[in-house]
């Protein structure tokens, strides 16, 4: 077999990338693989719009079927996304006993089980290596290059889109809907932008690394997730003079048997080696028992990025069906399961309430400048036994309203909520009040 036929099903941005790189690559993917990946055919609702790369008439098709009942597509590679049609595509093609690689992050956090399994009982690979980081390799090296270590903490920036956002925010001003616009043109968002806005397919990325790393399934909605849409210039601003950068993070950490996993905007330390990855860059900070600290860093989104991430997916199948170097006649079915672990080895694991986070906070008030506002604030607070770290006012305006800033020791989210909610009915807040969490752990980097 040296030839190896597969089919793409989804001719947009990422589909593109794909064909480019299968393309302009197709040497050093021969030099490597010893075989030629020849892509048979290409599925797509409109087969007549100019993608900007030349492929022959007649592998195009609007017949999806006509790409997994193909007897010579051995690898069938869906990248239309969403969670409807993707997930009966992908569904039959393994029932076909077709190999499927896709980057379909929002199908694999809500269908992973019944995805993965198929793919077992079937005998066949699924590849999803595009669908966290873009063209990171984080999950090859969760589920391989990490395989002996106890994951103790990871850290992400995975959302490329949201993280261009806030880095164009910081560093040039710019205004948050002109820079989302941008964002979508390069091809970093979603097809519903919000999920990356609302941190919901940082959210869908952290369960996926989730699995991986701790060997249970985590329902999103015990996912905490908040997005960025409310950080504003102002809280950019604050935060540097405080020594943060603001970040959508998404955090897990396992416990005693208890995983922690949020997503929110976080203040990370100037001084973080997260606080460095800006625009489209996605970077995973991940604490191993044994190896220590590794971070991960690359383009989180965009066309050539994340097909690199398809590609490798590919070849890596590719090899997997010729048996690995030893065996050159026979499929003897994938050398590991979807997620790595041994048959019966995942577990459910209990998810920590957020009531129970114990971070320190970034608030701020919109106060009315009067004597006497901030000892109200803060007898608030000591009542509920939260301790202020520093505090600044921006301004006078003498009854007016000014941004005031409160920076607090560690509190329990709980008492902390409880505390706003008191602070917010005072006569001396006007408008609402934006809190952060804050970050303070290097993730034992330093
Ligand atoms: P696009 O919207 O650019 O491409 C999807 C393509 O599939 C479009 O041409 C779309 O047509 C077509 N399509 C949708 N539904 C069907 C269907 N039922 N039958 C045939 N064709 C269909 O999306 P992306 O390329 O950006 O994303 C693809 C996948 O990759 C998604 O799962 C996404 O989350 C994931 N991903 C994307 C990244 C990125 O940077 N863009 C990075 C990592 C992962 P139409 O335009 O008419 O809807
Ligand atoms: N919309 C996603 C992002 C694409 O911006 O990160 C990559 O998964």
């Known amino acids: 077999m040296d030839k190896i036929h597969i089919g793409l099903i989804g001719f947009g941005t990422v589909g593109t990338g794909v ?13 490597r693989l010893g075989k030629e990946v020849v892509l048979k055919k290409i599925a797509d609702r409109d087969i007549e719009r100019d993608r900007g790369v030349e492929v022959s008439k007649d592998a195009l098709t609007t017949d999806v079927d006509s790409v997994i009942n193909d007897p010579e597509i051995k690898i069938v590679v869906e990248l239309i996304g969403g969670t409807g049609a993707a997930r009966e595509i992908i569904l039959r093609a393994l029932k076909n006993g077709r190999h499927v690689v896709t980057a379909n992050k929002a199908l694999l956090s809500t269908h992973g089980a019944e995805i993965f399994s198929a793919a077992e009982k079937n005998g066949v690979n699924i590849g999803f290596e595009a669908s966290v980081g873009g063209g990171i390799p984080i999950i090859k090296a969760l589920r391989e290059g990490l395989s002996a270590n106890r994951i103790e903490s990871i850290y992400g920036i995975i959302n490329g889109t949201a993280n261009y956002i806030l880095s164009k925010m910081t560093n040039e001003g710019g205004k948050f809907e002109t820079v989302l616009r941008e964002a979508q043109k390069k091809g970093y968002a979603e097809a519903d932008p919000t999920y990356d806005v609302e941190g919901i397919d940082t959210s869908h990325k952290l369960a996926i690394l989730i699995n991986l790393a701790f060997g249970t399934h985590v329902p999103l909605g015990d ?23 603001i970040k959508l993070l998404a955090i897990a950490k396992a416990e005693d048997g208890v995983i922690e996993a949020r997503v929110h905007p976080t203040m990370i330390p100037l001084g973080h080696p997260l606080s460095a990855v800006d625009g489209v860059y996605n970077a995973i900070h ?19 990025p994340t097909a690199s991430a398809v590609a490798a997916d590919i070849i890596d199948i590719c090899r997997d069906m010729s048996g690995g170097l030893s065996v050159k006649d026979g499929w003897r079915g994938p050398r590991m399961t979807p997620l790595g672990y041994a048959e019966g080895a995942e577990r459910a694991l209990s998810i920590k309430k957020i009531d129970d986070l114990d971070v320190p906070y970034y608030i701020r008030f919109s106060a009315i400048d009067r004597p006497g506002v901030l000892s109200r604030i803060s007898g608030v607070l000591g009542a509920h036994d939260i301790s202020i770290s520093s505090v ?11 941004p005031l800033v409160i920076i607090t020791h560690n509190a329990f989210e709980r008492e902390f909520r409880k505390a706003l909610d008191e602070i917010e009915k005072l006569d001396v807040i006007a408008g609402k009040t934006m809190c952060i969490r804050i970050e303070e752990s290097n993730g034992g980097t330093q």
């Open 286 to 304: 991940i604490n191993g028992n044994a190896v220590g600290s590794v971070m991960f860093y690359g383009k989180g989104a965009g066309m050539m």
């Open 19 to 31: 064909v480019r790189v299968l393309k302009e690559n197709a040497q050093v993917i021969k030099d």
């Open 392 to 402: 600044m006012q921006k301004g006078r305006k003498r009854g007016g309203t000014v």
């Open 223 to 245: 996912i905490y997730t908040e997005g960025i849409g409310r950080v504003t210039e102002l809280d950019v601003k604050f935060a540097r003079e405080f020594g943060y950068k």
